[in-house]
C-alpha cells in the first residue's frame, strides 16, 4: 500500500524551530519528487518546497517559496524513506496543516503531485 506519512506539527511560538518529517511506505521514496504544501484557512493550497528525486541530473535540486526562503531546509534520508522540512524563525503566517506530497518531479505545482499525506497542522501563536 502506497502511503505517505507526515508528523511533527505541533504548536509554537514565533522564532522556534520545528521539523517536519515525510515518511513513505510501499515505495522508494528517493525515486520520486518530493514536494511540501501548507493550506491554512480560507486560503488556496501553496507550495512551500520541493526536493528533486535521488537520482539523474537534477539529483538533489530544491525550490523554496520566497515566504520561507532562507528559513526552510528540505532534505532527504532515503535509508529512513524520510523527506524532512526543517524549519526556523517560524512566523504566525506560517500556520497551516502541511502536506508532502511525491511526484515524478520537484515542481511548485500541486498539480504535478500525485500521492499525498494526510496533513500536520502548525500553529505559530505567542
Known amino acids: 500500500q502506497v502511503q505517505l506519512v507526515e508528523s511533527g506539527g505541533g504548536l509554537v511560538q514565533p522564532g522556534d524551530s520545528l521539523r517536519l518529517s515525510c515518511t513513505a511506505s510501499g515505495f522508494t521514496l528517493a525515486n520520486y519528487g518530493v514536494g511540501w504544501f501548507r493550506q491554512a484557512p480560507g486560503k488556496e493550497r501553496e507550495g512551500v518546497s520541493c526536493?528533486?528525486?535521488?537520482?539523474?541530473?537534477?539529483?538533489?535540486?530544491?525550490w523554496y517559496a520566497d515566504s520561507v526562503k532562507d528559513r526552510f531546509t528540505i532534505s532527504r534520508e532515503n535509508a529512513k524513506n524520510t523527506v524532512y522540512l526543517q524549519m526556523n524563525s517560524l512566523k504566525p503566517e506560517d500556520t497551516a496543516v502541511y502536506y508532502c506530497?511525491?511526484?515524478?518531479?520537484?515542481?511548485?505545482?500541486?498539480?504535478?503531485?500525485?500521492?499525498w499525506g494526510q496533513g500536520t497542522q502548525v500553529i505559530v501563536s505567542s
Open positions: 526536493i528533486s528525486s535521488g537520482y539523474g541530473s537534477t539529483f538533489g535540486s530544491t
Open positions: 506530497a511525491s511526484g515524478l518531479i520537484c515542481h511548485s505545482d500541486y498539480r504535478k503531485y500525485n500521492s
